[in-house]
Every structure is written in structure tokens, then in C-alpha cells.
């Protein structure tokens, strides 16, 4: 099993409209903590609330300027 040590991304359109309840609500933080057992072990995971729209966009572009690097490299 792979564990999201690294942090847990919110990314997307839901994240710009769940910004308020994610920040300032605790009922997302307790309900994601809530796990019996595993309580304490959730919190090793940090959130990350990623509100910028175009990420996708971004991430595409960076992977292809990546791809076009090593073309050139060959």
C-alpha cells in the first residue's frame, strides 16, 4: 500500500467551493480524523487546498515541456 505521507491534495473546481467549510469548519478536520484505531495516524497526513483553477493546465504544459526537453536531449 502506497500512504499519502507526502499530503493529500484537494484540487479542482471543489476546492475552490468547499474553501470556507475545509478552512474554518471543523467538521471536515473530525470527520477525516475520526478513524477509531487510526485517529492519531491521520493526522501524518498533511491537506493541501489547491484553489488555483488552471493546475491542470499548468501540469500539462510542465509535463510537456518536460517530454520536448528529452527529445532534444536524444
Do not use: C, H, W
Amino acid at each position: 500500500y502506497t500512504l499519502p505521507y507526502k499530503g493529500i491534495y484537494i484540487v479542482g473546481s471543489i476546492s475552490n467551493s468547499l474553501q470556507e467549510f475545509i478552512r474554518y469548519d471543523k467538521t471536515f478536520l473530525n470527520r477525516f480524523s475520526l478513524k477509531g484505531r487510526l485517529k492519531d495516524f491521520m493526522f501524518n497526513f498533511p491537506i493541501y487546498l489547491v484553489v488555483d483553477v488552471n493546475i491542470g493546465l499548468k501540469g500539462s504544459q510542465e509535463f510537456a515541456r518536460r517530454k520536448i526537453e528529452e527529445l532534444i536531449e536524444l
